[in-house]
């Protein structure tokens, strides 16, 4: 019954996923806004810190992943 809810649940969720945006159209309204006229500031500390971010979480995930088949092909 458990396994029942859950998977209804998901099933909900991903209709309510699948009514939002692609696209944030106000966000992207405001950013083009900002580059006409020419307001838009690029904060070079923010993207570096969001790039090494990410790739520390792909070597976590990818080392997790590698580690995880490993353990499996022992089984």
Known sequence: MVLYL???EIRE????IKGLP???EEKVAELKK????????????KIAF??????????????????SISKELRL
């Open 50 to 67: 969001k790039m090494i971010k990410e790739f520390i979480l792909d070597e976590i995930l990818l080392s997790h992943e590698s580690f």
């Open 6 to 8: 859950k998977a209804k």
């Open 13 to 16: 969720l991903a209709k309510v």
């Open 22 to 24: 692609d696209i944030r």
């Open 34 to 45: 900002q580059i006409d006229q020419g307001t838009y500031k690029i904060d070079g500390k």
